[in-house]
Every structure is written in C-alpha cells, then in structure tokens.
C-alpha cells in the first residue's frame, strides 16, 4: 500500500506511506486517489467525469503528478538499512523495583504486582548492577533511560531513593544523560517523596482510568475500597509541585467504559497531560470485543473533536497518542524496530533477570540471562533484533507500518504465540488513533503555516508501558 486516505468530519487527508508525507486535500482529489495509482490517470478520469468538471479533475491529477515527482506521493519503498546487522546498543531499562502493590487492579496484567511468582521487593544492590549493566550496554551512546515499575515501586521507598541517587551519581561520572520515570498508582506519594522526585528530575507516569466511579471498578485496594480519592490527593500534590510539566496521566479504558472520551475529558480536571490505552487481554470479561470496536471508533472521533475544539477555544491538553511526527520523525531503525524490546530494551526483575521487556517478565521461555552472568540468549537478542516490521508478513503491506513499528511483540505473544503474527485486535484500535492523530497534527501544521506559530505539542521520544 502506497498511500492511506482518512477523514475526521469535513477534513480530508492522505499518507503517502513509504515517505511520511501528510497532506490535506478537498474531497474531490480524496475520491481521486481512491482510484487513482499514480498510473491511470486516464481510468480515473472516467471514473468522476460524471460527478466533477473533466478541467477540474485534470489540474488535480496534475497536482498529484506534481507530488509524485517530487517524491511525496506514491513513493516507492525504501531498503532496509544495515543497523539491524550490527551489535545493538542499550538505549532503555526497566528496573522492576516492587513486585508486590497495594492495590488490586482487575486487569493487571502483572497478577496484581507479582508476576505469576512471588512477590518481593528489588535490592539496592541488585539495583546498582542494573544501572551499570544499562550503562555498560549503552557503550558511546550518550542518553539512556532507565524505568522505575512494578508492582507499585513506592512499596519500595528506599531503594527508589538509592536507585535514582545512584543514577545521577553514575551519569556524571560516566559524561551520560539518563532520563528517569517512575510508573505509580499515586496513593503512597507524599510530600517528602514528592520533593525528592522533583528535586532529581524524574518523569511520571500517574495511573488514573478517568471518572471516580470507572477508576474505582477496576482500581480498588484489597479490601475493595476506591482508591481515587487517595490517588487524585496524591497526583493533585505532585503535579502542582511541578507546575504540571513532566507527568503522564495514564489511563486504561475497558469493555465496562467504552466511554472513554468522556473518561478522558473527566482527566482534565486533575492534570493536562493524559494517556488513555485499551485494555490487553484473552478471555477476561473485561476485554476488549469485537462488538465494541465501532463504539471505540466513535469514541476516538469523538476524543479528536473535542481536542481540536478545547485547542481553539485556548483550553488545550496533550493527549500522548495524537502526538506524531509528521516532519523530522524517528530514524528509519526506529520507524522500522519501535521499542527496541530485547535488543535495545530489557526489563530486570527483583532478583536481577533479564527480560526483553516488562510485559515478558514471568514468561521464562523469554528469560535472557542475569545481572550476574548477562545475556545468555544471544539467539533471543537476534531473535527480537532481527523481527522489525518488514520481517512480519501481516504488516508489509500495511499502512501504519512506519507509524506502529509492527505493533508490541509481548502482546503478539500473548494473543498468538509468536511475536512475528501481530495482535490484529490492537492494530485496528492503532490504525484508528493514528488517522486521528495524523489529521490533528496536519490541521495544526496548517495553522502554523498560515499563522506563523508552531501549534503542535512537542513531541520527544517517551513511550508508555501498556
């Protein structure tokens, strides 16, 4: 597939795929390029010669023939490039510090915090090993980010601490930029923690599924009370203390709230930044459906019209999955490789296994090594290395390709056993929110052209665990 049509109301637009142009059209060059290849123009002539004036269609088609010579539509596929035979290096870690929490969510994909093992808490040791092992991988590789998780990491305070003192202690003598985030459900920060991530940088990620009622039917602690109220006290403190910059409101949206938008919007009052994310899983009630997927269609529409309206009347939020690039994007490895999970990505648990990522701990056909030996499954690292997006047959022809980078390999794993096979379910939930999203940030480029004001939220690398 060369290019991709979509549209939002009476907005029009078309992906050139293989180039990641964007462009904005009228709906009479939209019905054009559903005929049109960019060989027959002739055939496509006679197929609107009915419906619009032959003259019109024909200065389209020359439009069109304009972009195709200059390379920005019909583009032809490009090779992929040598990184992929190289050694690769370290670029992201996750240190799960807590496998144990003080909640019990009824989708936790983490077995409310343990894993399917045990529950336990990450060492201070274990801990500095890891730093130096995504360190030493990192090699001449300037920035690293390194990901405190859980379980709820602030079951386990002290090693927080020690960990992101560490952190910064090694960055300096190592001439690194490490960028921190810590994953929390919110109900255990307090002013003194609250200080002392803020007074060492560390990104946030605030786990909140929208209105009280949606947050405490599926987020309650083990007595089976809500635990908003003691979550939004937490997320109100930390977010005012850092002029709300630097966090993530990170939602998760279920069969029992496919009303999601409005759980979104419901967000609005607590913080600006906001993630919503589709639940992942099998058989569980709670799990997605193929009868919701038209709701949940609607309700991304719905989500970006509400977007663009709050943008213009000057109440605007950040809502992560609507923050493309559609211009000086990710590097072709990335477009081609996404997270880097296994290769460029691990996860370590509280004993200091390796994993290729937070999804796969407990997984042990995926258990790559220890802290204490390295990586064992140097066929595992090659394995996940090697399966980017031109390698899987399902996405080769697809035309978010370089938007999904072939989509997360655990969940592929979980719905089909083999990370080369997508989660077909999730696909289509993605390719719905990036035709909203690559609208958006065309509609917003548009406004900066024509205003002379870069309208866009800023877009750096940060990527959510789901």
């Not at 997320?235 to 409005?262: C, M, P």
């Not at 999804?359 to 790559?368: A, L």
């Not at 697809?398 to 390999?409: D, E, K, N, V, Y």
């Not at 089909?416 to 077909?424: A, H, M, R, T, W």
């Amino acid at each position: 597939m060369l290019i991709h049509r979509m549209k939002l109301d009476e907005h029009y637009a078309v992906l050139d795929v293989n180039s990641g142009a964007v462009h904005l059209v009228d709906a009479m060059i939209f019905d054009l390029l559903g005929v049109y290849d960019g060989s027959n123009a002739s055939e496509t002539l006679l197929a609107f010669r009915d419906k619009y004036a032959e003259e019109d269609i024909s200065e389209a088609l020359a439009e069109i023939k304009n972009l195709q010579e200059q390379g920005l539509m019909f583009s032809p596929s490009f090779p992929v490039p040598n990184t992929f035979s190289q050694e690769p290096i370290l670029k992201s870690l996750c240190l799960h510090i807590a496998h144990d929490c003080n909640l019990r969510c009824g989708y936790c994909f983490a077995g409310t915090g343990d894993f399917g093992g045990h529950r336990a808490l990450m060492s201070k040791d274990i801990a500095e090993q890891a730093i130096d092992f995504a360190i030493a991988g990192s090699k001449n590789r300037h920035n690293l980010e390194i990901d405190l998780f859980g379980g709820e990491p602030l079951m386990n305070v002290p090693v927080v601490k020690h960990v992101i003192n560490y952190a910064r202690k090694r960055e300096v003598e190592t001439n690194k930029n490490i960028k921190l985030t810590l994953t929390t459900n919110g109900t255990l920060l307090n002013d003194d923690i609250v200080e002392f991530l803020n007074k060492n940088r560390v990104m946030l990620v605030l786990s909140l599924d929208g209105s009280k009622e949606t947050h405490d039917n599926m987020r309650p602690f083990p007595n089976k009370t809500g635990s908003y109220d003691s979550a939004v006290a937490g997320f109100k403190k930390v977010i005012e203390s850092r002029q709300g910059k630097n966090y993530y409101l990170r939602g998760t949206y279920t069969h029992y709230n496919l009303n999601f938008a409005d759980d979104t919007v419901s967000m609005l009052d607590i913080g600006k930044e906001i993630s919503m994310e589709p639940v992942i899983g099998t058989d569980e009630p709670y799990v997605l459906t193929e009868g919701d997927l038209p709701r949940i269609m609607e309700e991304y529409d719905k989500l970006a019209r509400i977007y663009l309206d709050r943008r213009a009347n000057g109440e605007a939020f950040d809502f992560f999955h609507f923050n493309v690039a559609l211009d000086n994007g990710p590097c072709v490895a990335k477009r081609l490789a996404g997270c880097g999970a296994g290769h460029e990505y691990f996860a370590i648990t509280p004993e200091g296994d390796i994993y290729p990522c937070h999804q796969f701990v407990g997984r042990e056909k995926y258990k790559m090594g220890t802290l204490a030996t390295g990586i064992e499954r140097q066929d595992l690292v090659q394995h996940f290395r090697q399966m980017h997006v031109m390698k899987k047959p399902m996405c080769q022809e697809c035309w978010a390709r370089f938007f999904c980078s072939g989509g997360c390999h655990a969940n592929a794993d979980m719905a089909n056993g083999d990370i080369s096979q997508p989660y077909e379910y999730g696909c289509k939930i993605q390719k719905k929110r990036l035709e909203c999203a690559i609208i958006i940030q065309a509609l917003l480029s548009e406004e900066a052209n024509a205003g002379g004001e870069d309208l866009r939220p800023e877009i750096d690398n940060f990527k959510f665990k789901v």
